[in-house]
C-alpha cells in the first residue's frame, strides 16, 4: 500500500564478476579491489586490467528482461559497494538510459557507494519537472543512505513537490529514518487537512512497516473515520509483532462492514502477542467472506504458531489444514492460493507440514508445488 520501495537486494550475485585480488597487503592476506586499485577519485583508467574487465562485462550484461535487469542491478549495486566514490563516474553512464528501470538501478547504487558526491547528484532529482520515476527512485536511493544531512533535505524537499508519486516515495524514505529525527514532521503532516486520506493512510502503513515510530502513536488510527486511513493503520499495526492490542482490534474487526477492512484487522490481530488462538478461531467460525474468511484463517495460524499449548495445535489441524489445502489446491486465484500456504507455514503443525508437502504433490502449478515444498523444508 505504501510508498516506493527499493527494488532487489544485494544478495545472489553473479560472483564471476567479482574476481578475487589476490595481492598481499603489507599486513599480509588478501587486499580488497579498492586497495588493489589505487587511490580514491582517480579516474578509470588507474582501475587494475582485472577490474576494468569486470567494468567491460558490467556494461556488456544484457539487461532487457526483468530477470536480467535484476541480475545487472545486483551486479552495479554490488560494484558500487566495492568501490565506493570510484564508481559514481561508471554509475553515471546509465542516468541517460532510455529505460526508467536501468535509470533507476543506477540512481539505487549511486547510494550504494555512501558518498557525498552521490548524495548530491540524488538530491538534485528529487523534484518536480524531473521524470517521475527518476525522481523517485532518487527519494529511495537516499532513503538508503546514512548521511544525517538527508533527513533535513528531505524534510525541506516535501513541501515543494506536487507530484504524488514523488511524494509518497519521499514519504517513505522518510519513515524509514530515525523517528526521533521525523517525529515532528509527521506529526504535523497527519494532523495536515490537506493531504489525502488515500496519503497519509499509507504514511502510516509505512511507519509501521519501518518500525519506526513506537506502535502507540499508531493506534489511535484505527478508530480514524476515514476507511483509508484505518487500513494504513491495520497494516502498520500488522508489521508490528510486539503490541498488546489484540482485544481491540478484534473489537474493531468487528465494527467494519466492508470486508477488505476486516481482513486488515485481522491480521493486525493476528500479529498481537495477546491475541489468543481459541478467539481466532471463533472468527474463523463466524466469518461470511471466503477470502476475509482465509485471511483470519492465516491470523488465526499465526497464534498457534506462537503458542505452546498442545490442544491449540490440534484445533487448527483438525479444522484449519483441511480447508486450507483445498484452498490451494482449487481456488485459481494465486493469491488466495499463497495465502493458504502461508497460513499452514504460519501454523507449523505436524499436520500444516503435511498439508504442505500433499501440496507440493499434488499441485498442477509447479510454482506453487515448489512454493510448498520450500515452505514444507523450513518446518522441523
Not at 528482461?65 to 566495492?82: C, M, Q, V
Not at 555512501?114 to 519537472?129: C, I, P, S
Not at 537516499?142 to 528531505?154: N, Q, R, S, V, Y
Not at 484487522?265 to 481466532?280: C, W
Request: charged residues 25%; contains cysteine; proline residues 6%.
Amino acid at each position: 500500500m505504501f510508498g516506493l520501495l527499493m527494488a532487489g537486494c544485494l544478495t545472489g550475485l553473479w560472483w564471476w564478476l567479482l574476481p578475487a585480488v589476490e595481492t598481499p597487503s603489507t599486513a599480509g592476506g588478501l587486499r580488497h579491489p579498492f586497495f588493489q586499485d589505487g587511490a580514491s577519485g582517480a579516474g578509470e583508467h588507474s582501475f587494475s586490467e582485472k577490474t576494468r574487465g569486470r567494468l567491460e562485462r558490467l556494461r556488456n550484461l544484457p539487461r532487457t528482461t526483468p530477470s536480467e535487469k535484476s541480475k545487472w542491478s545486483l551486479a552495479i549495486a554490488e560494484f558500487a559497494r566495492d568501490f565506493g566514490g570510484r564508481a559514481v563516474p561508471f554509475l553515471r553512464e546509465f542516468l541517460t538510459d532510455l529505460d526508467w528501470e536501468v535509470r533507476g538501478a543506477a540512481l539505487r547504487a549511486l547510494a550504494v557507494t555512501g558518498t557525498a558526491e552521490a548524495r548530491d547528484l540524488l538530491q538534485e532529482y528529487v523534484k518536480d519537472g524531473i521524470q517521475t520515476e527518476d525522481a523517485a527512485q532518487a527519494a529511495v536511493g537516499l532513503g538508503m543512505m546514512e548521511d544525517p544531512a538527508i533527513t533535513p533535505f528531505l524534510i525541506g524537499r516535501f513541501p515543494q513537490i506536487q507530484n504524488s508519486d514523488v511524494r509518497r516515495a519521499v514519504l517513505d524514505s522518510l519513515a524509514g529514518r530515525s523517528y526521533a529525527e521525523t517525529a515532528g514532521f509527521f506529526q504535523a503532516y497527519l494532523r495536515d487537512p490537506r493531504p489525502s486520506p488515500e496519503e497519509k493512510g499509507e504514511v502510516i502503513a509505512a511507519l509501521g512497516f519501518h518500525q519506526a515510530a513506537p506502535a502507540e502513536t499508531l493506534v489511535p488510527w484505527v478508530a480514524d473515520p476515514r476507511e483509508e486511513i484505518r487500513e494504513g493503520a491495520y497494516e502498520a499495526l500488522a508489521a508490528r509483532r510486539e503490541g498488546n492490542y489484540g482485544q481491540m482490534l478484534l473489537g474493531r474487526a468487528r465494527d467494519e462492514v466492508e470486508p477488505s477492512l476486516r481482513q486488515k484487522a485481522y491480521e493486525a490481530a493476528g500479529s498481537q502477542k495477546d491475541t489468543l488462538p481459541a478467539q481466532m478461531a471463533e472468527v474463523v467460525r463466524r466469518e461470511p467472506d471466503p477470502a476475509t474468511r482465509l485471511r483470519a484463517e492465516r491470523a488465526w495460524a499465526m497464534t498457534v504458531g506462537r503458542s505452546a499449548n498442545p490442544e491449540d495445535r490440534r484445533k487448527f489441524d483438525a479444522e484449519a489444514v483441511p480447508r486450507l489445502v483445498v484452498e490451494a489446491l482449487k481456488n485459481s486465484d494465486p493469491g488466495e492460493q499463497r495465502a493458504a500456504l502461508q497460513a499452514l507455514a504460519l501454523a507449523g503443525t505436524a499436520q500444516a507440514k503435511a498439508g504442505l508437502i500433499e501440496i507440493s504433490q499434488s499441485s498442477t502449478s509447479p510454482r506453487l508445488a515448489k512454493l510448498a515444498q520450500a515452505l514444507a523444508k523450513k518446518l522441523p
